[in-house]
């Protein structure tokens, strides 16, 4: 039986920032990098990059 696998990250593909998926708050969390967030434009409408080519299923 094939099993449903989300996202486990995501990018912006406008303005470039960079959550990942933090079980403890079940919520996504940007990113950090070299001590800055990850955070991209406050004012952006996110694109994120997933998409058609993400396949969710797993064997």
Avoid: Y
Wanted: glycine share 6%; charged share 30%; with cysteine.
């Amino acid at each position: 039986m094939a099993e449903i696998e989300p996202p486990r990250e995501r990018t912006c593909e406008r303005c470039g920032r960079h959550d990942v998926w933090d079980d403890e708050l079940v919520n996504w969390a940007i990113t950090t990098e070299d001590g800055e967030k990850q955070a991209g434009n406050p004012h952006c409408l996110h694109e994120w990059d997933i998409n058609g080519n993400f396949n969710p299923l797993t064997s």
